[in-house]
């Protein structure tokens, strides 16, 4: 069964601490998406990538970087956690543009 | 850039009432795809159904249906005789076919609720 996993459902870290949310797929995909899901607003981009050591920014950059080293693999960093990142983040992968598969989501929580 | 907006952000329904949750779309492609996501309370993203541009016909699948219209820039997606387990919050999304259009981009959701 092709999978997108993230490594952690549920997360707590205090604030301005640097943290890392990975995801891992199976599928061989080239393209890695990182979503933030908040109530109200849907899901927004942060960033992706569609090649290994390629990233491009999403909508909604700010606070956060990534990392892709390797097809599989996937990381969001938060530099420096606040209290405003609190929130669902999702991870995607897709081979081509309608073809997605999602992770089952982190809940981070900034205290 | 791409647009999704779901006016409706909640939707009530007693069971087996039909209900239509509205999206309507903004791009500039001409190859793009649009997309409808269940998200149940568990969390996790449930793909329902893929239509490219090019291909305007309607669809039904079980109690779900969708409507897909080009001139109108909408993608609505009809649930018949509804029940409680279509409780959940639904999202449409789109894609383009090439470049940074590759990301998918959601609409806010519309939260429905089937009472019993």
């Known amino acids: 069964d092709v999978k997108v996993t993230q490594s952690s459902r549920y997360l707590v870290k205090r604030t301005g601490e640097k943290v890392f949310l990975e995801c891992v797929q199976d599928?061989?995909?080239?393209?890695m998406f990182w979503y933030r899901q908040d109530p109200g607003l849907g899901l927004r981009l942060i960033y992706f990538?569609?090649?290994?050591?390629?990233?491009e920014k999403g909508d909604i950059p700010e606070g956060y970087s990534v990392s892709r080293e390797k097809k599989e693999r996937f990381s969001l960093i938060l530099e420096s956690a606040s209290t405003n990142q609190t929130s669902m983040y999702l991870c995607?992968?897709?081979?081509?543009?309608?073809?997605?598969?999602f992770g089952s989501g982190t809940r981070l929580t900034v205290v | 850039a791409q647009k999704v907006t779901q006016a409706q952000t909640e939707i009530s329904v007693v069971e087996k009432e039909d209900v239509t949750l509205d999206c309507v779309y903004e791009?500039?492609?001409?190859?793009?795809?649009l997309f409808w996501y269940k998200q149940p309370p568990s969390g996790e993203l449930v793909f329902l159904i893929r239509?490219?541009?090019?291909?305007?016909q309607n669809e039904i699948s079980g109690r779900y249906s969708w409507n897909f219209q080009k001139s109108t820039s909408s993608f609505n997606f009809t649930i018949t005789a509804s029940q409680v387990v279509d409780s959940a919050v639904y999202f449409c999304?789109?894609?383009?076919?090439?470049?940074?259009?590759?990301?998918?981009?959601f609409g806010s959701g519309t939260q429905l609720t089937v009472l019993p």
């Open positions: 599928m061989d995909h080239e393209n």
């Open positions: 791009t500039r492609d001409t190859t793009y795809y």
């Open positions: 990538s569609y090649d290994v050591k390629m990233k």
């Open positions: 999304a789109l894609s383009g076919a090439s470049g940074s259009a590759r990301q998918l981009t």
């Open positions: 239509r490219n541009s090019f291909d305007e």
């Open positions: 995607a992968s897709s081979r081509t543009a309608y073809g997605y598969t």
